[in-house]
């Protein structure tokens, strides 16, 4: 790790380490009877953070103040580090249920694992950015999401003014970093960035005017690059999980009038991991497939096949019928169409079991596909609902509709105990796990597959109720995920 000890040079404040502490002492003391422009600014990081946090994780602020913004997160363990002992004091006396540690960042030693490390308005002001993120990322573990956010060099000028004249806490000399500058240092740090983005584009208190720009003109171009605010979420750099044995895999199929692809799909889902189970989930069927399914597993009973029939509609409902009846520690879902091969399954597998994703989302719009496999305005209409929601997401998802969609099975329970933040609005199934997967900050990656043509039966899809269901899908992830 780096050393900033070694550039110290005594009473420069770019570099010495207690000349910045007593610094910072002092602004304490003075914050016991001074408020500036910053109230404002603080409600709007507070409300930020709480949708990317949800109440009662472990959580770690570096550079945590007087502890207010680690409060307002309502931690089940909340640990707050400032190496001004004056900071602490306060933070310990306004919050006593948390934790407050007088700690230098640059020489960070804790124990215990934390589900999110908050770094707010803190990288800007650190004399070495590596050696505290070095450090950060030796208290992460690989679920950890780490949530900064710094304030961006166009309001330079403007927060110089504010702070001559006395609006605003004063501050040493600035490193002024942008979102590519922490990027690659979080990168030489060990930890990868999973998307990144603005906030706070008016920060003073005025409700009307402050609430639309900070909610609605900061998410919009060209208005987002003026706001004062950029947020980085980062996570630690991939590795395998380490568990005992190669986990099992669940491949869920939901199958509504499939009978002709049932001996297919038997035949062609490899063996992957620890062993594979399929789950069939039935439901409303006008053919003879729950009788086929039926049959086929009697004639195989050494195989961990599984038929359940679906209680209500729709292919959303019949995936979490399948999710929670699966006994896997991975979750596939498979359309029984086959116009996603069962070959391609292995690739997903492995791009969840390296780490490398929390989610993986197949992609059928990347590889050219069979000529009748997609009709022409479906294939327009998948385009457009990709762009809408890579930018909604804040993170590109070309392909919202593929039907193979991989996780693992905790983290499945993680989306659907947060459920009721979303409420019971898709009826298709995808958009419910992708949501979610935003909401819990995964690390989501599009992994391209061939798309076939039906050999079965005919599509489930209507192209035009469905195209407005979609529409309503969009205004859904625009209230609820972009404009918080």
Not at 391 to 397: C, H
């Amino acid at each position: 790790m780096t050393n900033p000890e070694s550039t110290d040079v005594p009473g420069n404040p770019l570099t010495d380490s207690d000349t910045r502490r007593r610094f910072w002492d002092s602004t304490a003391i003075k914050m016991d009877t001074w408020n500036g422009w910053g109230g404002a600014y603080h409600r709007r990081l507070l409300r930020v953070y709480r949708h990317l946090i949800a109440p009662g994780q472990r959580v770690l602020e570096v550079g945590c103040g007087r502890g207010d913004l680690l409060a307002g997160l309502e931690p089940v363990h909340g640990v707050g580090v400032d190496f001004s002992g004056e900071m602490v004091e306060r933070a310990r006396d306004r919050h006593p249920e948390l934790t407050f540690i007088e700690a230098d960042a640059h020489a960070l030693e804790l124990e215990g694992d934390f589900d999110a490390i908050i770094l707010s308005d803190l990288v800007n002001d650190v004399i070495d950015v590596q050696a505290v993120l070095e450090h950060v990322a030796a208290v992460s573990k690989p679920s950890t999401r780490i949530i900064l956010n710094l304030h961006s060099q166009a309001w330079r000028p403007i927060l110089s003014l504010a702070r001559w004249m006395g609006l605003a806490k004063p501050l040493l000399p600035q490193n002024w970093l942008t979102r590519e500058d922490v990027g690659h240092l979080l990168f030489l740090s060990g930890l990868e960035v999973i998307r990144s983005w603005q906030e706070v584009l008016y920060p003073l208190p005025l409700p009307l005017l402050a609430g639309f720009a900070n909610r609605f003109l900061a998410r919009i171009w060209p208005f987002r690059h003026a706001s004062l605010s950029n947020f980085i979420l980062a996570r630690p750099a991939p590795v395998r999980r380490e568990l005992p044995a190669e986990p099992i895999v669940s491949v869920i199929v939901a199958a509504r009038n499939e009978a002709g692809n049932v001996a297919s799909i038997l035949e062609r889902v490899p063996e992957m991991g620890g062993g594979t189970e399929l789950v069939f989930v039935e439901g409303g069927s006008t053919d003879d497939t729950y009788a086929v399914i039926e049959q086929q597993i009697a004639e195989n009973p050494e195989k961990p096949w599984k038929l359940f029939k679906q209680p209500g509609k729709g292919k959303g409902d019949a995936v979490r019928v399948g999710f929670e009846e699966a006994s896997g520690e991975i979750l596939m879902i498979l359309d029984a169409d086959l116009t996603v091969p069962p070959e391609d399954l292995p690739r997903f597998y492995e791009a969840l079991r390296s780490g490398k994703a929390d989610f993986v989302n197949g992609v059928r719009l990347v590889y050219p596909m069979e000529k009748r496999a997609m009709r022409f305005f479906n294939l327009l209409g998948n385009k457009f609902f990709s762009m809408a929601f890579s930018w909604l997401l804040e993170q590109p998802i070309k392909d919202t509709l593929c039907g193979t969609k991989v996780l693992w099975k905790s983290d499945y329970e993680r989306i659907a105990a947060n459920r009721s933040y979303f409420g019971d609005f898709d009826p298709f199934g995808d958009f419910d796990l992708i949501f979610g997967a935003v909401k819990q900050n995964f690390r989501i990656v599009d992994l391209p597959i061939r798309y076939r043509e039906r050999t079965y039966g005919d599509t489930n899809i209507q192209r035009w109720r469905h195209g407005v269901l979609l529409l309503r899908m969009v205004l859904f992830a625009a209230r609820r995920i972009k404009f918080v």
